[in-house]
Nanobody
Framework: QLQLVESGGGLVQPGGSLRLSCAAS????????IGWFRQAPGKEREGVSC????????NYADSVKGRFTISRDNAKKTIYLQMNSLKPEDTAIYYC???????????????WGQGTQVTVSS
């Protein structure tokens, strides 16, 4: 059974860092692009970043460019989102999703994780 499980969320002060992980199981991760999305309270879910199946291509939303880094370790079946210089407006539930391809920084998602909460507040 295909499964994506996010972890690493939590409460952090503005300017701090978090690293989110997305653990994949039940499918061959190597074949899939992976995207990170987020949904803030009262807002629509938005794409944050996307990485190609072999990790050779990464893209970011303008709002996180230069602060977030997406990476993957296909041997460990895990995708990461390193988030630095966090701002209160980064507060959201963060989701990873498997996709057949990235469309820029947005994954054409076909399978979703359950999400992990990130709260940036002093």
């Amino acid at each position: 059974q295909l499964q994506l499980v996010e972890s690493g969320g939590g409460l952090v002060q503005p300017g701090g860092s978090l690293r989110l992980s997305c653990a994949a199981s039940g499918f061959t991760l190597d074949y899939y692009a992976i995207g990170w999305f987020r949904q803030a309270p009262g807002k629509e879910r938005e794409g944050v970043s996307c990485i190609s199946s072999n990790g050779g291509s990464t893209n970011y939303a303008d709002s996180v460019k230069g602060r977030f880094t997406i990476s993957r370790d296909n041997a460990k079946k895990t995708i990461y989102l390193q988030m630095n210089s966090l701002k209160p407006e980064d507060t959201a539930i963060y989701y990873c999703a498997a996709a057949l391809k990235c469309s820029g920084y947005v994954a054409r998602a076909i399978h979703w994780g359950q999400g992990t909460q990130v709260t940036v507040s002093s």
